[in-house]
């Protein structure tokens, strides 16, 4: 397996690779971050080997609101028009469908805690062999339409549209796959306040009593990585 480098695309200091991090590292893979809330401009897609967008509170039409979502987008489909592996995380989903057209929309309810994903495709592209039912960490209000030509790979309960992949190498996920225990601790810090009385908002106990599905999600995160780096 080659040396990468994936490219990291912030919008909140607060919001950051997580345990892809980690699995980089492990590998010897580079990972760079373009903090993009302090005013860093996204890098040319020819600077790196992947992009992995990740999540906020923002929302992907909030264009008026942040000047740098304009030039992100720009960037983002400059990648994949370029055939570059692009990951997008909670908003980075959002932003990727948003580019390629599909609408981005308030779901029917905000989904906060944990709560399991489950398998919308057989034989989904790296990801093996993914067990029927995976609790993952989900914080978002908003949801998006699959782009033309996409394949559904997630579902949960409370949100249709939990995953997609286009060409094979581009991947929308709206749930938290990357999100550590400093990370889970860092969105409750910050966004506390989301967590209003709802069917799929967890309280604060309970999200923070949910330790045990860290390994397991990860060990599925792993698994599509590396699967990922051996086929592109």
Same mark, same amino acid.
């Given at each position: 397996?080659? $040396?990468?480098?994936?490219?990291?695309?912030?919008?909140?200091?607060? *919001?950051?690779?997580?345990?892809?991090?980690?699995?980089?590292?492990?590998?010897?893979?580079r990972?760079?971050?373009?903090?993009? #809330? @302090?005013?860093? =401009?996204?890098?040319?897609?020819?600077?790196? @080997?992947?992009?992995?967008?990740?999540?906020?509170?923002?929302?992907? /039409?909030?264009?008026?609101?942040?000047?740098?979502? *304009?030039?992100?987008?720009?960037?983002? $489909?400059?990648?994949?028009?370029a055939?570059?592996?692009?990951?997008?995380?909670?908003?980075?989903?959002?932003?990727?469908?948003n580019?390629?057209?599909? +609408?981005?929309?308030? /779901?029917?309810?905000?989904?906060?805690?944990?709560?399991?994903?489950?398998?919308?495709?057989?034989?989904?592209?790296?990801?093996g062999?993914?067990p029927?039912?995976?609790?993952?960490?989900?914080?978002?209000g908003?949801?998006?339409?699959?782009?033309?030509?996409?394949?559904?790979?997630? +579902?949960?309960?409370?949100?249709? /549209?939990?995953?997609?992949?286009?060409? @094979? $190498?581009? #991947?929308?996920?709206?749930?938290?796959?990357?999100?550590?225990?400093?990370?889970?601790?860092a969105?409750? *810090?910050?966004c506390?306040d989301?967590?209003?009385?709802?069917?799929?908002?967890? =309280? *604060?106990?309970?999200?923070?009593?949910?330790n045990?599905?860290?390994?397991?999600?990860?060990?599925?995160?792993?698994?599509?990585?590396?699967?990922?780096? =051996?086929?592109?």
């Amino acid at each position: 397996m080659s $040396r990468l480098h994936i490219q990291t695309m912030m919008h909140v200091p607060f *919001e950051g690779p997580g345990h892809i991090g980690d699995w980089a590292n492990a590998r010897g893979h580079r990972l760079s971050e373009t903090h993009l #809330f @302090d005013g860093a =401009s996204p890098l040319p897609h020819d600077a790196f @080997d992947w992009l992995l967008v990740m999540g906020g509170p923002m929302g992907a /039409n909030d264009d008026d609101q942040y000047p740098w979502m *304009e030039t992100e987008k720009t960037a983002i $489909r400059a990648a994949i028009d370029a055939g570059k592996p692009v990951i997008g995380v909670c908003l980075g989903a959002q932003l990727i469908a948003n580019v390629m057209g599909a +609408r981005v929309f308030p /779901n029917a309810e905000k989904e906060i805690g944990w709560f399991p994903v489950t398998s919308a495709a057989a034989g989904a592209p790296c990801f093996g062999h993914t067990p029927p039912s995976l609790p993952v960490l989900h914080w978002h209000g908003d949801t998006f339409d699959l782009p033309d030509g996409a394949q559904h790979l997630f +579902r949960s309960d409370g949100c249709e /549209n939990q995953g997609f992949v286009l060409n @094979d $190498r581009v #991947f929308g996920f709206q749930f938290h796959f990357e999100t550590t225990p400093a990370g889970r601790d860092a969105l409750l *810090e910050h966004c506390r306040d989301e967590l209003s009385t709802g069917q799929y908002i967890q =309280s *604060e106990a309970e999200i923070l009593a949910k330790n045990a599905h860290f390994s397991r999600m990860h060990a599925v995160l792993d698994t599509f990585l590396d699967n990922l780096a =051996s086929t592109v």
